[in-house]
């Protein structure tokens, strides 16, 4: 762990002065704050973006947490909401109006698709989704009135990145907004402000609090981006991260780089032991020395992190599914970055191996979690007997 980021694990927005001397940063659990007179009441009011007065809006715990989210992305500030849906939704609404045209990668996070192409379409947003992984193809999908380019880096699945650099100075040279979700990268492997991106969001329940005990999301960017969500979407829509889910993300940062570590190391322990694997179709891995991105992904990321997709030679969902019902360490669950390993089936999502979907029924996506990496080598290795009976 470099000097800075145990600056801002350890130091960062802490005051144990003013916290009695407490060790860890309190929760501030209350929904509003009382003045002991009308002038700083009124005083209050005015500086509402910055001083507590309503926990809606700004809250002591929570204000430590966003200091330290900000400088862990490098970026000049940042919000906390209720989940990575929410801070999607601020983050895009705040980008655009009526008439106006979003550029997105394709096959994003479900719920952003939806915001994007469903939602906002009935306000007279148009969308386009397009092939980031071209950026001179990608930004060709650019219109007059495009306004936002959304993108994901890696996504979450097949785990393809954007060249940040280069749609980041198209963009600014068009005045057009630039959102990146990095939840993939957890702020540690990669900060896309550093390649010109204006904001940064967060599935905060992922690794940043790291226990799977909270939902949450994270606006990184500018002052004066921050502050139009807060006194616009932020505010209006009401989804904040209440103190005590704060607390409990503050409380996941302090171990966050160690987790990490291991989750990547694990992840990149199992992609060796499966690409010799005659049971094995394709892995999908950042680092992949044979992936057509590997040279991007370098440029851009320092390390690999936690997730692995792998299709498998299997002869039809029910083979897929008595696999994945086999494996004893990885749980069957949805998002990342808690302890537990887990493994997301493609073929929840088909009936019948004819049907035609996002991903093929044959592959797995998994997260590494904490456990020993040989302890879920041998889980896998186990379970891949059933494609040789």
């Known amino acids: 762990?470099?000097?800075?980021?145990?600056?801002?694990?350890?130091?960062?927005?802490?005051?144990?002065?003013?916290?009695?001397?407490?060790?860890?940063?309190?929760?501030?659990?209350?929904?509003?704050?009382?003045?002991?007179?009308?002038?700083?009441?009124?005083?209050?009011?005015?500086?509402?973006?910055?001083?507590?007065?309503?926990?809606?809006?700004v809250n002591p715990t929570v204000s430590v947490l966003r200091e330290k989210l900000a400088a862990l992305e490098k970026s000049e500030d940042a919000l906390v909401l209720s989940s990575g849906a929410a801070a999607i939704s601020a983050a895009v609404i705040n980008s655009v109006k009526a008439g106006d045209h979003i550029l997105c990668v394709s096959h994003p996070y479900s719920w952003a698709h939806y915001l994007i192409?469903?939602?906002?379409?009935?306000?007279?947003?148009?969308c386009t989704f397009a092939d980031g992984t071209n950026s001179e193809s990608f930004l060709s999908h650019v219109r007059e009135n495009t306004t936002l380019i959304y993108l994901e880096s890696p996504n979450s699945i097949l785990f393809d990145v954007q060249d940040l650099e280069v749609i980041a100075q198209f963009a600014k040279s068009k005045n057009?907004?630039?959102?990146?979700?990095?939840?993939?990268?957890?702020?540690?492997?990669?900060?896309?402000?550093?390649?010109?991106?204006?904001?940064?969001?967060?599935?905060?329940?992922?690794?940043?609090?790291?226990?799977s005990d909270v939902?949450?999301?994270?606006?990184?960017?500018?002052?004066?981006?921050?502050?139009?969500?807060?006194?616009?979407?932020?505010?209006?829509?009401?989804?904040?991260?209440?103190?005590?889910?704060?607390w409990l993300i503050l409380r996941g940062l302090r171990t966050l780089h160690l987790r990490f570590?291991?989750?990547?190391?694990?992840?990149?322990?199992?992609?060796?032991?499966l690409k010799s694997r005659k049971e094995v179709e394709r892995i999908y891995f950042t680092h992949s020395e044979n992936s057509e991105q590997i040279d991007?992904?370098?440029?851009?990321?320092?390390?690999?992190g936690g997730l692995l997709s792998v299709c498998f030679k299997a002869k039809s969902i029910k083979e897929m599914e008595d696999f994945c019902n086999r494996l004893k360490y990885f749980r069957m669950?949805?998002?990342?970055?808690?302890?537990?390993?887990?493994?997301?089936?493609?073929?929840?999502?088909?009936?019948?191996?004819?049907?035609?979907?996002?991903?093929?029924?044959?592959?797995?996506?998994?997260?590494f979690g904490l456990e020993e990496s040989q302890l879920l080598w041998s889980d896998i290795e186990q379970a891949l007997d059933v494609f040789n009976s």
Not at 12 to 40: M, R
Not at 191 to 201: A, K, M, N, T
């Open 333 to 367: 669950a949805v998002s990342w970055g808690g302890y537990e390993s887990l493994q997301l089936p493609i073929c929840t999502f088909y009936q019948t191996e004819a049907e035609q979907h996002q991903h093929p029924w044959n592959m797995v996506r998994f997260y």
């Open 215 to 246: 939902v949450a999301g994270v606006i990184c960017s500018r002052k004066e981006i921050i502050q139009s969500i807060l006194k616009s979407e932020f505010m209006t829509l009401g989804a904040i991260a209440s103190p005590i889910e704060s």
């Open 1 to 57: 762990m470099d000097q800075d980021f145990s600056e801002l694990l350890f130091l960062l927005g802490e005051n144990h002065s003013e916290w009695k001397n407490a060790v860890a940063p309190p929760i501030y659990q209350t929904s509003n704050f009382c003045f002991p007179d009308v002038a700083s009441f009124r005083n209050a009011f005015q500086h509402e973006s910055t001083a507590p007065l309503y926990t809606r809006g």
């Open 176 to 211: 057009i907004r630039t959102i990146c979700d990095n939840s993939f990268s957890a702020g540690i492997i990669q900060q896309p402000i550093s390649f010109g991106i204006d904001i940064v969001i967060h599935s905060a329940t992922k690794y940043f609090n790291g226990h």
């Open 261 to 273: 570590e291991k989750s990547s190391g694990n992840a990149k322990f199992i992609a060796d032991q």
């Open 117 to 126: 192409s469903g939602l906002l379409n009935r306000f007279g947003v148009e």
């Open 296 to 304: 991007l992904v370098r440029k851009q990321m320092s390390g690999n």
